[in-house]
């Protein structure tokens, strides 16, 4: 799916398998398109960079919300590719209430960034994807352009080295458990960026982080083992900077004395798919039901 300076709607549709020979296996986002992602899977997508998502911007701003990345594989960024030559203006690139696992790369696991492009991540959860270079994330070039909040990165695997893996760039990290980052203070890990305040490193207590799907292996729904126990140290220990109203299952925001990290806000679930927005008119018939969709180019955002 091409999207060249158009922003469609793109709601609660499945990408898998789709691959491209160099960017973006199953999305590439171009110029000044932001497109919105929402309650999506992409699974099993490959590419050079970006084996799920390239996004190449001057100006526009794609958002994925509430979206599952499993599976995708690419050289650069296993998940996600973040780059522009000339980026002016503002906007930039967001991921929120997001599940990334199983992504893999030769640098940065799950997400690649490079060039000073503004990216924002927002209660995500990064799990189990791979890297010799940036576990989770790459970051390259792109000075202090990457924000994290309210994230988890946690047990992603590679050759020894950090969760977040920088070169020429600081990215602001606030509110977020990360995998020996050794915490907010002066234990913190400056090579991961600037720390923001109310950094974690320790055990975030899943309730079954073997299964991240859960018993029904399917993403986003009320068995996923990625949801925290009633204990865990994640839970009201995030800010509300840039947070959604709302998490990967519908959850309400915050449910508590404050917001919770990651994609889970420990809370009563809604009734399924009562927290997910109906598809979009023009959505493409074929990726709404769940098929996976062949690589065709396209300007017009929604044909596949």
Same mark, same amino acid.
């Given at each position: 799916?091409?999207?060249?300076?158009?922003?469609?709607?793109?709601?609660?549709?499945?990408?898998?398998?789709?691959?491209?020979? +160099?960017?973006?296996?199953?999305?590439?986002?171009?110029?000044?398109?932001?497109?919105?992602?929402?309650?999506?899977?992409?699974?099993?997508?490959?590419?050079?960079?970006?084996?799920?998502?390239?996004?190449?911007?001057?100006?526009?701003?794609?958002?994925?919300?509430?979206?599952?990345?499993?599976?995708?594989?690419?050289?650069?960024?296993?998940?996600?590719?973040?780059?522009?030559?000339?980026?002016?203006?503002?906007?930039?690139?967001?991921?929120?209430?997001?599940?990334?696992?199983?992504?893999?790369?030769?640098?940065?696991?799950?997400?690649?960034?490079?060039?000073?492009?503004?990216?924002?991540?927002?209660?995500?959860?990064?799990?189990?994807?791979?890297?010799?270079?940036?576990?989770?994330?790459?970051?390259?070039?792109?000075?202090?352009?990457?924000?994290?909040?309210?994230? +988890?990165?946690?047990?992603?695997?590679?050759?020894?080295?950090?969760?977040?893996?920088?070169?020429?760039?600081?990215?602001?990290?606030?509110?977020?458990?990360?995998?020996?980052?050794?915490?907010?203070?002066?234990?913190?890990?400056?090579?991961?960026?600037?720390?923001?305040?109310?950094?974690?490193?320790?055990?975030?207590?899943?309730?079954?982080?073997?299964?991240?799907?859960?018993?029904?292996?399917?993403?986003?729904?009320?068995?996923?083992?990625?949801?925290?126990?009633?204990?865990?140290?994640?839970?009201?220990?995030?800010?509300?900077?840039?947070?959604?109203?709302?998490?990967?299952?519908?959850?309400?925001?915050?449910?508590?004395?404050?917001?919770?990290?990651?994609?889970?806000?420990?809370?009563? +679930?809604?009734?399924?798919?009562?927290?997910?927005?109906?598809?979009?008119?023009?959505?493409?018939?074929?990726?709404?039901?769940?098929?996976?969709?062949?690589?065709?180019?396209?300007?017009?955002?929604?044909?596949?």
């Amino acid at each position: 799916m091409l999207n060249e300076d158009v922003s469609p709607s793109v709601v609660r549709c499945n990408f898998v398998q789709n691959k491209a020979a +160099i960017n973006g296996g199953a999305v590439s986002n171009h110029g000044t398109a932001s497109p919105l992602f929402s309650g999506c899977v992409f699974e099993g997508n490959s590419a050079q960079s970006g084996g799920a998502a390239d996004n190449e911007i001057t100006s526009g701003s794609p958002r994925y919300s509430g979206c599952t990345f499993r599976s995708n594989r690419a050289t650069q960024g296993g998940a996600a590719y973040v780059h522009a030559a000339f980026f002016r203006g503002e906007g930039g690139p967001a991921f929120t209430n997001c599940v990334f696992t199983g992504n893999t790369a030769q640098q940065g696991g799950a997400l690649y960034q490079s060039d000073p492009v503004p990216t924002t991540v927002v209660g995500c959860t990064f799990v189990k994807n791979g890297s010799d270079e940036g576990r989770a994330v790459r970051n390259t070039f792109s000075a202090g352009t990457l924000r994290l909040f309210d994230s +988890i990165l946690w047990q992603d695997t590679g050759t020894p080295g950090p969760e977040i893996s920088n070169e020429q760039s600081r990215p602001l990290v606030s509110h977020c458990l990360i995998q020996g980052s050794g915490g907010s203070g002066s234990a913190w890990d400056q090579d991961l960026g600037q720390d923001g305040g109310g950094n974690l490193d320790t055990d975030p207590r899943f309730v079954g982080l073997a299964d991240p799907d859960g018993a029904d292996n399917r993403p986003a729904t009320a068995d996923d083992g990625l949801r925290l126990r009633a204990n865990s140290p994640c839970v009201d220990a995030g800010t509300s900077e840039g947070a959604a109203g709302q998490d990967i299952l519908g959850v309400r925001r915050p449910n508590g004395a404050g917001f919770d990290l990651g994609a889970y806000e420990r809370g009563p +679930i809604p009734a399924p798919g009562s927290g997910v927005p109906a598809p979009a008119v023009g959505v493409a018939a074929a990726c709404v039901l769940g098929l996976a969709c062949s690589r065709r180019r396209t300007r017009s955002g929604s044909g596949r």
